[in-house]
């Protein structure tokens, strides 16, 4: 049988897609990571963060029987991490009924001896000490992501999916919708900072125009600390070390003159685009391409310009 370490990242795959989250828990790992699910073999290739892997090629993903399967090859690992992803969440309940183990989910940080759990609206870390085998969720974008690693060669585990298992079959599996789905997931992103609203503006509504050109852009809305301390964007848009850590493809940043804090949570986008009136602010200094110029206005006219946006300030 095949040795597995204590501490081992457990992903689940579907058609060799890597959920949310998938480098962070190997990362946090130390590099450990069992891929199970579908097109396995390609999707181990697309991580990063891997030092060793191993895969379990499944014909379907249905949590209950999955958990069935890995439970018995799990048995000797101690502290099983999934992401918070919608496939790891299912797995990491149905796993730890079935291995009679503690589920501590929404995780922070996690070792083998210790686990830290993010509460009240990330305003609250209880830390949990391991006295026994556990099962682990570790929210996306708590971490971040190492440099990248050559991935290694797989190696193959077998896992026979029971029969007698009643699961919740998958009709269809759709597209996530840019304007709500989590940050952590977003391709392209474009964020708000204070210089996005003038003094005496209704920020709510700078907001919405600025979700609705992002949703024509096919991104996500995003924010800094000052917009969401002033009610204008919920807490679960803020990007920063104290808000979601995010890597999107494209980030284009309006009014933000580039905090620390924020910049500490952006991640390595491909591409970076800086709205701001100031060209040597730090946002522009490390974007991509710097627009020189109103951030309410290039808004404005982009609001203008797209169909499907609509400025109602």
Sequence with gaps: MTELPDLLA??????????????????????????VGTGTRAAARELTAARKSWICEVPRVAPGAL??????V?????????????????????????????????????????????RVDDRLAVEVELDGPVVATLQPGARGVPEPLPSPEPVELVATLPD????AETVQVLAPDPETVELTEAERILGAGAGLVRPGEDGTAVMRTLTEVAAALGASAGATRVITDAGWADHDRQIGTTGVVVDPDLYVAFGISGASQHVGGLGRPEHVIS?????????????????????????RELARRLNGATDER
């Design 164 to 167: 007698d298992v009643l699961d």
């Design 275 to 299: 709205v701001n009136t100031d060209p040597s602010c730090p946002m522009t200094a490390m974007a991509d391409l710097g627009i020189v110029a109103d951030a309410p206005e290039v808004l």
């Design 67 to 72: 958990a069935a399967a890995l439970a018995p």
């Design 74 to 118: 799990l048995q000797g690992v101690p502290v099983v991490l999934l992401p918070a992803s919608p496939d790891g969440r299912d797995l990491a309940a149905r796993l730890a009924f079935d291995a009679d183990r503690r589920l501590l989910a929404g995780a922070a940080r996690c070792t083998s001896t210790h686990v830290e759990l993010s």
């Design 10 to 35: 457990v992903v689940v795959v579907r058609e060799a897609a890597l959920p949310s989250g998938a480098d962070e828990v190997a990362a946090e790992c130390g590099g450990a990571v069992l891929l």
